[in-house]
């Protein structure tokens, strides 16, 4: 788990997502529960890119792009089991600054 923190397009003020998030190599892998449209997704992507609060830190994310993924192998087995019961198979994959 962390938090999306991520700056409104129209209103410009900053907001706080809670979201699943998975490390993939150099990558993060955000899933979708709230759906691609979402305006926290908007945000991100128009902004290219958030920060990341999790496990007492935060980072700097850049570079988010949607991936569509129906078998759901950008995630662990056993969430990806959950998430196909929660019919989610997009993902937001975002690396890390620095």
């Known amino acids: 788990m962390g938090v999306i923190v991520h700056v409104g397009r129209r209103t410009h ?4 997502t809670p979201v699943l998030i998975f490390r993939r190599g ?9 759906g691609r449209q ?3 997704v908007q945000n991100v992507l128009a902004q290219g890119g958030c920060k990341l609060e999790t496990m007492g830190r935060t980072l ?3 570079r988010p ?3 569509h ?4 192998r ?3 087995t056993a969430v990806a089991i959950v998430l196909g019961i929660l019919h989610v198979s997009d993902f ?3 690396s890390a600054v620095g």
């Open 13 to 16: 003020r900053q907001y706080r």
């Open 26 to 34: 150099p990558h993060f892998i955000i899933a979708l529960t709230y």
């Open 38 to 40: 979402s305006q926290w």
């Open 60 to 62: 700097q994310l850049t």
């Open 65 to 67: 792009h949607i991936i």
């Open 69 to 72: 993924d129906s078998q759901r």
């Open 74 to 76: 950008v995630v662990p």
């Open 92 to 94: 937001l994959e975002i």
